[in-house]
């Protein structure tokens, strides 16, 4: 869409979920971070969850949705954007450093933060693990734990 009108902004979607799937329904490419760089107030902002829709202050509007399940972006002005979408299967001293994990504290009664997974204790691995999760982000810290091991 290329509307003159300051009211609108121009969008774009990565394919849908459903693009990323085989014939056996097994997801090819999982989003694990999904962010929009506004190159007009530079400010970056990331979509964490489904239909996480956020935006930049400034008058371009950018915008990034979709968290782990699907992209989508936009701005006043697509040119004064940067998308950056790190898979899964990226190289892991990328993803490590990129794929995330929300934590309400020990006692589930502290507000809401983000931790990335190499900044997770080794404790809060383990608490994950126990806790259970979507299988691609229980596979992140397996190999977190891996990875770990193996840089000693």
């Given at each position: 869409?290329?509307?003159?009108?300051?009211?609108?902004?121009?969008?774009?979607?990565?394919?849908?979920?459903?693009?990323?799937?085989?014939?056996?329904?097994?997801?090819?490419?999982?989003?694990?971070?999904?962010?929009?760089?506004?190159?007009?107030?530079?400010?970056?902002?990331?979509?964490?969850?489904?239909?996480?829709?956020?935006?930049?202050?400034?008058?371009?509007?950018?915008?990034?949705?979709?968290?782990?399940?699907?992209?989508?972006?936009?701005?006043?002005d697509m040119d004064k954007i940067k998308?950056?979408?790190?898979?899964?299967?990226?190289?892991?001293?990328?993803?490590?450093?990129?794929?995330?994990?929300?934590?309400?504290?020990?006692?589930?009664?502290?507000?809401?933060?983000?931790?990335?997974?190499?900044?997770?204790?080794?404790?809060?691995?383990?608490?994950?693990?126990?806790?259970?999760?979507?299988d691609w982000h229980l596979e992140l810290?397996?190999?977190?734990?891996?990875?770990?091991?193996?840089?000693?």
């Amino acid at each position: 869409m290329n509307n003159n009108n300051d009211d609108w902004c121009e969008y774009s979607d990565l394919p849908s979920p459903l693009s990323y799937m085989n014939n056996n329904d097994e997801i090819i490419k999982q989003i694990v971070y999904n962010s929009v760089k506004c190159l007009e107030c530079n400010e970056v902002i990331v979509s964490r969850h489904r239909h996480d829709y956020v935006t930049c202050e400034c008058p371009n509007k950018a915008m990034a949705d979709g968290g782990n399940e699907y992209g989508r972006y936009g701005a006043m002005d697509m040119d004064k954007i940067k998308t950056n979408y790190i898979y899964a299967d990226d190289d892991f001293e990328i993803v490590r450093q990129h794929a995330t994990r929300g934590s309400r504290g020990k006692d589930g009664k502290q507000p809401l933060t983000w931790v990335i997974l190499a900044d997770m204790d080794d404790d809060y691995l383990q608490a994950v693990l126990d806790y259970g999760g979507v299988d691609w982000h229980l596979e992140l810290i397996n190999k977190e734990i891996k990875y770990r091991k193996d840089e000693g």
